[in-house]
């Protein structure tokens, strides 16, 4: 077994069972599924969301294989993903408790609490009108650049997300935000996979998603450029020769995701 309690769970919880006392936890239902619980639930009059993995069964797990998903299967993943890009100096959730016991891992019983970031919008819901109402240039070539640092230092530090769209990073709200003074933090990390080099198959997915994830908002030529020179943090024209490759999978892998979008709607 293991546990791991900050405040304010550590005093909370101290002569309880934390297993037992995440799970008496009420508040706003995000995701309710037969191995998965995620809510959001304040404490002394600060908002934490609480993530509960009661294990997914062992015929769920052959499912995601036979279909070449790797299954989560409880909150390590996203506890060792928070942990690693912490070090790294990527900004993202706080945790505050983490719990895991039982060495079934079709059974297993773990979960995560993170603080709740607040006030913050996520990109997605930031650029949403961008097409027809551009935003201010400096103001976008800062985002544009920081997500780029921020994703290519994940990447570097081993770390890929599995969902890494824009709508899971946040800018921090709570001051006026300007191109010269702005926070962003990556969140949902509960696919993520932590390894000591990233290969490029899963380098490459997580960059599809995200290229995927801004086709509608109005992105130039030059803004991709933008991009592509703060993740590589080379010249354009090095990346361009070097990485030629990647860049039209990147675009064919971009489209087919986009036409199932069209075709599927939220069911993709």
């Keep these: 077994m293991k546990l791991v309690l900050a405040e304010p769970f550590k005093s909370l919880w101290a002569d309880r069972d934390a297993f037992v006392a995440v799970e008496a936890l009420q508040g706003q239902v995000f995701r309710e599924l037969e191995g998965r619980r995620t809510l959001r639930t304040e404490v002394a009059g600060r908002g934490y969301f609480v993530k509960i993995h009661r294990g997914i069964g062992w015929g769920e797990i052959v499912k995601n294989l036979l279909t070449a998903k790797l299954p989560v299967l409880g909150a390590r993943q996203e506890w060792q ?3 690693r890009l912490q070090r790294a100096g990527v900004a993202t959730m706080t945790a505050v408790a983490y719990g895991e016991r039982g060495s079934n891992p079709a059974a297993q019983h773990s979960f995560i609490v993170t603080e709740e970031l607040a006030p913050t919008t996520d990109l997605e ?28 230092t994940m990447h570097r530090a081993g770390v890929n997300h599995r ?17 010269d003074d702005f926070r962003l933090s990556v969140i949902d990390l509960h696919r993520a ?10 380098r490459n997915k ?43 999978w990147l675009e064919s892998k971009a489209a087919k995701l986009y036409g199932r979008k069209q075709r599927y709607g939220d069911r993709l």
Aim: charge should be positive; glycine fraction near 2%.
């Design 125 to 152: 819901q930031l650029s949403l009108n961008w097409a027809q109402q551009p935003p201010e240039p400096r103001l976008k070539w800062a985002l544009i650049k920081e997500v780029a640092s921020m994703v290519g």
């Design 193 to 202: 996979q932590v390894r000591n080099e990233l290969p490029l198959r899963w």
């Design 163 to 179: 969902d890494c769209y824009i709508c899971h990073f946040l800018l921090h709200t709570d001051k006026p935000v300007t191109a």
């Design 206 to 248: 997580d960059l599809a998603a995200l290229y995927f994830s801004v086709l509608d908002i109005g992105l130039t030529r030059r803004d991709k450029w933008r991009f592509l020179r703060n993740y590589f943090q080379q010249p354009l024209r090095q990346i361009l020769q070097e990485e030629g490759r990647l860049l039209a």
């Design 81 to 83: 993903a928070i942990e």
